[in-house]
């Protein structure tokens, strides 16, 4: 379903279908056969051919393939070892990327969005993909416009932030046209589609933004992309000039030669360690849909684990999404009773299209039939925090924040207001307005007749979620567009730490005070959707680390803006949208564990990185010395590959998978780094110290080999230890396995791995050179940590 790839089979004429008829499912299906449908211009999710491909012809394969080249060239057979592990690398990340291929469509076939449409005089839901050119589609509150449009009947709140960066709220009347990309604050409408696919407006910016920029990558990938690139771009030069110095300088034969060279550069590539991060990374998003929790961007697993600010609306998430409305409190009782209140109630009710959950408890509430229909009407605004309704001869009725429509006389009501709010109620006051509904701020006289108490119940996991927060020295921020001195009870009862230092936010009209508020304070009120935003930026510009979790359509530039936005299912369509995660079960309780699935994968990676590239700095350091000093490069191909397999392939993706729940700190390809110096430096000091030995004592080439690479196991047993302490049960019966493993394939098949028998000498040396490698190991191990603190 490729946009570029629909052919036009015929041109249809426009269709002006009336607002409550709409198309004929025979005027659909033609459009869908000639290319009308609203196909959009992403490309398609990789096929099994593409994921094969992209596993299988990747640079370093090629250059492998061309080291297997040489190495057959001189009939060195056994000295294939290392191409085993290369097949076997691709046959992994292709099972593992097919696998997550069929667990993500699923979920995504469960999550996408849908569009309601009229077709034959039915309101229909189907996939927004199955829409057509002149589809009457039906527009309410919470909906991402998916395709532009023209309304037909009706009246909605748009906000076009996300596709022209204004967050003012604009009204749509008929005749209005909606772009595509923007979503409905609130109100209802039917609108008739007037561009789909791509010559929408959202799909020319798709098309636009991906000619200027890429697919954003997690710093971890980025960092791993230019390390690769970087050993690329050297390799091939360094092993003509090692071949040359080996063969031409030294004078060994051209099989000695090629071997020589063979083995540094296969040192020198990190086979193993892109496929790990990758198919690490492609377990954990299969974890976590397991655990009903749909990744929209892999480069969020790694954001998850670097949270230490996680911001959080009231409604949704701390507390049950749905509300009751539980009491009126007269503030006029002598011109109007409760039977009054009631009446007018059900008038505003009545005369509005919103419905949202505030909506709906006052709905169930005031029970009773309108008996007027307003002359005009506004729906609730998240940014003015009010609505109304006006029914002519100056009879306007207000309803909302109580602070936002009393203003300055808000002191004589203020007992009234926050008394309740301290109780944990959301207040809003319904008032007489003397003029007709404003658009910009009250400006006439109004008079306030009751206050309506509205409460939502807090999730009975909301605590023990928000204590394992606390635990991990993740702050919680609670931003929301209620009463800060009710947000902030309900915080305190659901046990965020610092829940009764709270602002309303209607105060913090500067950059400087919003930046000076995210410091101090745990709870902020009264947030407009675009202060939300603001408040998530200067948390990150801060320094911090930032998720957001929401389900409305107030939370969607926050989303955006955050660095992992997290979106309940059970939300508006454009916040499942725009985060990049959805909890499809819409369960807060379960961000414990998709917190602690990114720190797993992430310090796993980060640990296991460490053993791959102990190995490319021992190997890249030791072939330069070679060439500088002219010296005989010691390891064969085929010794290399028994150590790659048993304390760098096997171990790598075993402490890959185990849990890990530390907050990650610095930047990866730092942390890597120095991890991975000490055993690297210590491997390069105990080969440099068994050459020595044979200029001392004269022995063989080969025995040299066999005592190299004896050392190389030591010390990868040693860095086995390091990254495996503290040591459980899974940790020894791995280091256990790896040194019994090792020193079986170097009896057992010890023609294979070109390993012979030690003479005294030689095993005697090699012990000593072991014995005095630990205490290296480990005072270069103590360093490293100490330039790590400094580096974070």
């Known amino acids: 379903m490729r946009a570029e790839a629909i052919r036009l089979h015929k041109v249809l004429q426009r269709i002006d279908a009336r607002a409550e008829a709409g198309l004929t499912s025979e005027q659909a299906a033609e459009r869908i056969d000639n290319g009308y449908g609203n196909v959009s211009p992403e490309p398609p999710e990789k096929t099994a051919l593409r994921i094969i491909c992209d596993n299988v012809f990747t640079y370093f394969n090629l250059i492998f393939v061309l080291l297997m080249l040489c190495v057959i060239a001189v009939g060195a057979y056994n000295n294939l070892t290392f191409m085993p592990v290369v097949v076997i690398n691709c046959a992994i990340g292709i099972i593992q990327e097919l696998r997550a291929k069929r667990t993500l469509s699923a979920l995504t076939f469960v999550s996408a969005p849908r569009a309601e449409v009229v077709r034959d005089g039915q309101i229909i839901s189907i996939p927004h993909t199955q829409t057509v050119l002149d589809d009457v589609a039906v527009f309410a509150a919470g909906c991402q416009i998916y395709a532009d449009a023209v309304v037909l009947s009706g009246e909605c709140q748009v906000n076009e932030a996300l596709v022209t960066g204004e967050a003012d709220e604009i009204g749509k009347l008929p005749g209005d046209k909606l772009l595509s990309g923007s979503f409905v604050v609130s109100g209802k409408c039917r609108a008739r589609l007037d561009k789909v696919g791509s010559d929408s407006f959202v799909s020319r910016l798709t098309i636009e933004a991906k000619k200027s920029s890429g697919k954003k990558r997690s710093g971890m990938m980025h960092s791993l992309s230019k390390l690769v690139q970087m050993i690329g771009f050297v390799v091939i030069p360094f092993g003509i000039i090692m071949y040359y110095q080996q063969t031409r300088v030294l004078g060994r034969t051209v099989e000695d030669g090629v071997l020589s060279s063979v083995a540094a550069l296969i040192g020198m590539i990190p086979e193993g360690l892109y496929l790990l991060v990758s198919v690490a990374l492609t377990v954990s998003i299969m974890r976590l849909a397991k655990k009903r929790t ?328 030791l072939a330069a010395l070679a060439l500088i000093f002219t010296l005989t490069y010691p390891i064969a191909p085929s010794q290399l590959s028994l150590f790659n397999v048993m304390f760098i392939g096997i171990p790598s993706f075993v402490l890959a998978l185990e849990p890990n729940i530390s907050r990650v700190r610095g930047k990866f390809l730092v942390n890597v780094i120095i991890k991975a110096m000490p055993a690297g430096l210590t491997s390069l000091f105990a080969v440099l110290a068994a050459m020595q030995v044979r200029e001392m004592f004269g022995i063989a080439q080969e025995e040299v080999s066999t005592m190299a690479t004896t050392l190389l196991a030591v010390v990868g047993l040693m860095m086995l230890y390091m990254i495996s302490r503290p040591l459980n049960r899974l940790r020894r019966a791995l280091m256990t396995a790896m040194a019994v493993g090792f020193a079986g394939g170097g009896i057992l098949l010890h023609e294979l791995f070109e390993l012979t028998v030690l003479t005294l000498t030689g095993a005697a040396s090699t012990v000593v050179i072991a014995v005095l490698a630990a205490p290296v190991m480990f005072a270069l191990s103590r360093i490293s940590k100490r330039l790590a603190g400094g580096v974070r």
């Open 294 to 621: 749909l990744v929209h961007e892999m480069r969020c697993i790694e954001t998850l684990a670097r949270v230490d600010v996680l911001c959080v609306d009231k409604t949704g998430t701390i507390t049950e999404p749905t509300m009751t409305a539980k009491d009126v409190v007269l503030l006029c009782e002598d011109r109007f009773i409760r039977a009054d209140i009631d009446m007018i109630m059900a008038d505003y009710i009545g005369n509005m299209s919103s419905d949202n959950e505030t909506m709906a408890a006052l709905r169930a509430f005031f029970t009773g039939k309108p008996g007027r229909r307003a002359a005009r009407s506004m729906m609730f605004s998240s940014s003015a925090k009010y609505g109304g309704v006006s029914f002519g001869d100056g009879e306007t009725y207000l309803l909302g924040a109580p602070e936002k429509l009393l203003l300055h006389d808000y002191d004589s009501y203020r007992e009234a207001v926050e008394s309740r709010s301290s109780a944990g109620y959301r207040v809003l006051l319904l008032a007489l307005y003397d003029g007709d509904i404003p658009k910009k701020g009250i400006s006439a006289e109004l008079m306030p007749l009751a206050l309506i108490l509205l409460t939502n119940n807090i999730r009975p996991q909301a605590p023990k979620a928000f204590k394992f927060f606390a635990d991990q020295g993740v702050d919680i921020k609670v931003i929301s567009g209620d009463n800060p001195i009710t947000v902030s009870r309900i915080a305190e009862e659901a046990g965020i730490r610092g829940a009764q230092r709270y602002i309303d936010a209607s105060s913090l009209n500067t950059e400087r005070r919003i930046k000076r508020a995210v410091e101090e304070y745990t709870v902020f009120g009264r947030v407009t959707p675009e202060q939300k935003r603001k408040l998530v930026r200067a948390m990150k510009n801060a320094g911090h680390t930032v998720a957001m979790t929401g389900d409305g359509v107030n939370d969607v530039l926050a989303l955006k803006e955050a660095d992992c936005g997290v979106a309940m299912a059970s939300g508006s369509d454009i916040a499942c949208h725009v985060a990049h995660l959805v909890l499809l079960d819409s369960d807060f309780s379960a961000m414990p564990s998709v917190v602690m699935e990114g720190r797993r994968v992430i310090n796993n990676i980060e640990r296991s990185a460490s053993l791959f590239l102990a190995k490319n700095i021992f190997s890249f350091l």
